[in-house]
Nanobody
Framework: QVQLVESGGGLVQAGGSLRLSCAAS????????VRWYRQAPGKQRELVAG???????NYGDSVKGRFTISRDNAKNTVYLQMNSLKPEDTAVYYC?????WGQGTQVTVSS
């Protein structure tokens, strides 16, 4: 069974950057769309960014111009480059493809 594993989270100061990775155990990213979601304490899970199999991307309004999603099909990995981080970006970030979800990676942005 294919699994998704996120990595790259951590603690960063406001204005800093992090790059999250989502690695799949099988070769699925070349044929499916992949999305990053996040969930902060007490809030609903929200879509951060998505990328289709053809490379078309979309972003949530709150991260447009700051975050970039990309994929490396050869490595079965999708990335989320996060720049100009804000305290309100603090959340657990999840990778999703079809019905598969990763375990999440914590991102904490200090002010």
């Amino acid at each position: 069974q294919v699994q998704l594993v996120e990595s790259g989270g951590g603690l960063v100061q406001a204005g800093g950057s992090l790059r999250l990775s989502c690695a799949a155990s099988g070769s699925i990213f070349s044929i499916v769309s992949v999305r990053w979601y996040r969930q902060a304490p007490g809030k609903q899970r929200e879509l951060v960014a998505g990328i289709t199999s053809s490379g078309t991307t979309n972003y949530g309004d709150s991260v447009k111009g700051r975050f970039t999603i990309s994929r490396d099909n050869a490595k079965n990995t999708v990335y989320l480059q996060m720049n100009s981080l804000k305290p309100e970006d603090t959340a657990v970030y999840y990778c999703n493809a079809m019905t598969l979800w990763g375990q999440g990676t914590q991102v904490t942005v200090s002010s």
